[in-house]
């Protein structure tokens, strides 16, 4: 856990398969890889007191096996004996001279439950609101404070958002538009048609790479969040050409693959742009047999495109590059890993990006604005500054009427922040921009 900086959504199918861990085991072993790390900052809260000493103080292969003993002590049905002897087991055979301790800090960690330990490390929320949330919903302060700041909303509803972070998402596919609809993709796997997305599916379980759609092409992994931004580009209406789409930050591909679908439906082409080649590659992968034209560069570079049509192009999407605080509960490691120090250099792309994308647009066409955060500066802000600085008219367009009819909680546009307890997507933003002449 403490290094590689790898994450669990990418390693963990890896090391089960080298394991031949199947069944029960895999889903147990699963269980106890997430849950742990979505809880990481409370777990070593409720160690540091056990221990009477700051987890960093702890050597990290102990510090790690103590989370994962933690875990099973306060989350699982796991016997206390079993969860200690397994954990002291583990110690031993990386620290052998930490073997005490770790029966110590065990031992005094099962003294509580999980609640009990919440009530004595954590503030009242008349005290500190915040870092109570933070202790009981393991999430940095700093996050919870942003997901304050973008609900706009009491702290009951913040609390929600938390905790449908710490749940485990379903996996959701999907279908290509043209190659297979919903309903059949859901028949085929023995999963659920989407609440929203025309194209959803939501997976019961199994692993996605055993689907044979998405082996022929027909459908790919993609939240409904995702899914619904960029059908909504898709979506608004235009006038004049609609021929020349433009997908500004392509990587890893699943938004080419359905605009590639969408457009295969209207003779339309996507040029999609990704500057990193491994990530450009991923995209070739994605939309192969579709109408899409990869290109390996800069995306801030517009002029560098030798596909970028003279008179523009009709649509643009930037799905910009962000701190991925909309899918902490796919990817929980994200939420300790993250600064606020990271947003500057992240803000600073995501505006360039989006300067880009509307100097790539034709007057009249559409830029699609998305990022898988909640937090405004890489959302609202971002757009109004955008606007600001551009050099000719930017119309903001009003979302809601883009997106499927009765979907609820969509604030008073003109954007739309999705979330995970609302929607059950990915908190996906999006602003939707008409270029003036």
């Known amino acids: 856990m403490h290094r590689d900086d790898a994450y669990a959504n990418l390693v963990l199918p890896q090391v089960l398969r080298e394991l031949r861990l199947h069944g029960r085991d895999a889903a147990f072993a699963t269980e106890l890889t997430y849950g742990t790390l979505r809880l990481t900052g409370t777990l070593d809260a409720i160690i540091a007191a056990a221990a009477d000493r700051d987890v960093l103080r702890i050597e990290p292969p102990v510090r790690d096996a103590l989370r994962l003993g933690a875990y099973q002590l306060l989350r699982t049905r796991v016997a206390a004996h079993a969860a200690a002897s397994t954990t002291v087991d583990l110690v031993r055979s990386v620290a052998p001279g930490a073997v005490g301790f770790a029966n110590a800090v065990l031992r005094r960690i099962s ?13 009242s929320a008349a005290d500190d609101p915040v870092r109570r949330l933070a202790l009981t919903y393991a999430h940095p302060e ?29 996996v959701h596919l999907a279908a290509r538009p043209g190659l297979v609809t919903a309903a ?24 996605p790479g055993d689907i044979r759609a998405i082996r022929e092409g027909r459908a790919h992994v993609q939240d409904e969040g995702s899914q619904l931004v960029a059908a909504a580009l898709a979506n608004a209406n235009l006038d004049g050409s609609d021929s020349r789409w ?60 030798e596909e970028l049509p003279e008179q523009g ?15 902490l509960r796919r990817r929980p490691e994200s939420r300790w890993r993250r600064k606020p120090s990271d947003l500057p250099p992240l803000t600073r792309l995501q505006r360039e990006l989006l300067a880009a994308g509307l100097r790539a647009v034709r007057p009249g066409g559409v830029v699609a604005y998305v990022t898988c955060s909640p937090h405004m500066v890489e959302t609202e802000v971002g757009v109004t500054e955008a606007c600001r ?8 367009l009003d979302v809601r009427p ?36």
């Not at 003294?111 to 503030?123: C, G, K, M, N, V």
């Not at 700093?142 to 379903?170: K, Q």
């Not at 359905?258 to 995209?283: F, I, K, N, S």
């Open 111 to 123: 003294e509580q439950d999980w609640d009990s330990w919440i009530e004595r490390l954590a503030p």
């Open 142 to 170: 700093w996050i919870v404070r942003s997901f304050s700041d973008a609900l706009r909303t009491d702290g009951g509803e913040i609390a929600r958002a938390l905790a449908a972070d710490n749940e485990a998402p379903s």
């Open 184 to 207: 059949e993709l859901a028949e085929q796997v023995g999963g659920e048609v989407g609440r929203y997305s025309p194209y959803a599916v939501y997976l019961p379980g199994g692993s």
């Open 246 to 305: 433009l997908d500004l930050c392509a990587g890893p591909g699943g938004k080419s693959g359905l605009l590639g679908a969408l457009a295969a439906q209207r003779d339309a082409h996507v040029t999609a742009v990704e500057v990193t080649p491994h990530r450009a590659q991923l995209v070739s992968n994605v939309t192969r047999n579709l109408p899409v034209t990869v290109v390996t560069a800069d995306g801030r570079d517009v002029g560098a495109i």
């Open 313 to 327: 192009f009709d649509r643009v999407l930037v799905d910009a590059p962000c701190t991925g605080l909309g899918s």
């Open 389 to 396: 600085r551009a050099p000719y008219p930017v119309d903001l």
């Open 402 to 437: 883009l997106l499927p009819a009765g979907m609820p909680d969509l604030g008073g546009g003109p954007s739309v922040q999705l979330w995970p307890h609302r929607h059950g997507t990915d908190a996906m933003f999006l602003a939707v921009l008409r270029r003036g002449e």
